[in-house]
T-cell receptor, first 116, second 115 residues
Framework: AQKITQTQPGMFVQEKEAVTLDCTYD???????LFWYKQPSSGEMIFLIY??????QNATEGRYSLNFQKARKSANLVISASQLGDSAMYFC?????????????FGAGTTVTVRA | DTGVSQNPRHKITKRGQNVTFRCDPI?????LYWYRQTLGQGPEFLTY????????KSRLLSDRFSAERPKGSFSTLEIQRTEQGDSAMYLC?????????????FGPGTRLTVL
């Protein structure tokens, strides 16, 4: 079984500044994948970035980067140069990388509000 | 639009009624997932299909819930004898089912309100 913990229920960030969202995980699987999704008020879950447990380098995708610390079981998301459109709920999720078990386990999410 | 689509977007029903939701995955995606999300929480896994085969069901999926994916294309999720506790957002996702990453792409969801 996998478990995700997101301890920050809400965060405020000034436009153009960077923000770090915390995510810690627990899993007994040796291979796993970590995902971050964005959920605006419209409700749709938007895929942002992926990190595999076997990846040697931290994932980056545009303004999103992942601070992956395997020994600490953390996968924090960094959003650089925040924009007003970044205001949303952000979810960290994990799945095991084994056959027929790709279901995602999500954390409770962190609400980000970007101030002008 | 080639993304995941879900219908209806909103459904209001009275307790005890049956409801059915539809999900159309991204074409050529052979895995399809259903999740349920209650207010202020992250999505919780309900069930998933590999092509037309339903490979896993969560304990959250009581006997009142049934899901199908005939011919491995669209999927339906039916809830019989709805209860107020069924009020939630029902999210569908699909993935290619190939490669290590197998990213899931979500639809806009169906928001169910049971009165």
């Amino acid at each position: 079984a996998q478990k995700i913990t997101q301890t920050q229920p809400g965060m405020f960030v000034q436009e153009k500044e960077a923000v770090t969202l915390d995510c810690t995980y627990d899993t007994s699987d040796p291979s796993y994948g970590l995902f971050w999704y964005k959920q605006p008020s419209s409700g749709e879950m938007i895929f942002l970035i992926y990190q595999g447990s076997y990846d040697q380098q931290n994932a980056t995708e545009g303004r999103y980067s992942l601070n992956f610390q395997k020994a600490r079981k953390s996968a924090n998301l960094v959003i650089s140069a925040s924009q007003l459109g970044d205001s949303a709920m952000y979810f960290c999720a994990i799945h095991a990388l084994r056959s027929n078990d790709y279901k995602l386990s999500f954390g409770a999410g962190t609400t980000v509000t970007v101030r002008a | 639009d080639t993304g995941v689509s879900q219908n209806p977007r909103h459904k209001i029903t009275k307790r005890g009624q049956n409801v059915t939701f539809r999900c159309d995955p991204i074409s050529e995606h052979n895995r399809l997932y259903w999740y349920r999300q209650t207010l202020g929480q992250g999505p919780e896994f309900l069930t998933y299909f590999q092509n037309e085969a339903q490979l896993e069901k969560s304990r959250l999926l009581s006997d009142r819930f049934s899901a199908e994916r005939p011919k491995g294309s669209f999927s339906t999720l039916e809830i019989q004898r709805t209860e107020q506790g069924d009020s939630a957002m029902y999210l569908c996702a699909s993935s290619l089912g190939a490669g290590v990453t197998d990213t899931q792409y979500f639809g806009p969801g169906t928001r169910l309100t049971v009165l």
